[in-house]
């Protein structure tokens, strides 16, 4: 069975930093696809970033310098070093594995989410 677990989350206040890790169990997704997407109340589901063994990470605008996105293959797990943190980067924070990126629709395993709340 696949599972990814997100871990990490919290309150911050802005201009701080948070570590968001993804542990994946049930298969290796070293040839994945490893994406970070979030989702604030009351507005759809977004990219934050992807990471592929072949390429370079991508990043979406809005957290483009502040976010670092990461892979350890030997413990299958992804991190999401989250800095300069604003309150608008406050959402639940998925984790996602697929074999193509891109938007959500492309990814086939998602995490159960992980809260991150960014206080003015």
């Known amino acids: 069975q696949v599972q990814l677990v997100e871990s990490g989350g919290g309150l911050v206040q802005a201009g701080g930093s948070l570590r968001l890790s993804c542990a994946a169990s049930g298969r290796t997704f070293s040839s994945y696809f490893m994406g970070w997407f979030r989702q604030a109340p009351g507005k759809e589901r977004e990219f934050v970033a992807e990471?592929?063994?072949?390429?370079?990470?991508h990043y979406a605008d809005s957290v483009k310098g502040r976010f670092t996105i990461s892979r350890d293959n030997a413990k299958n797990t992804v991190y999401l070093q989250m800095n300069s943190l604003k309150p608008e980067d406050t959402a639940v924070y998925y984790c996602a594995a697929g074999r193509t990126g891109g938007g959500t629709s492309n990814y086939d395993y998602w995490g159960q989410g992980t809260q991150v709340t960014v206080s003015s």
């Open positions: 990471i592929i063994w072949y390429n370079s990470p």
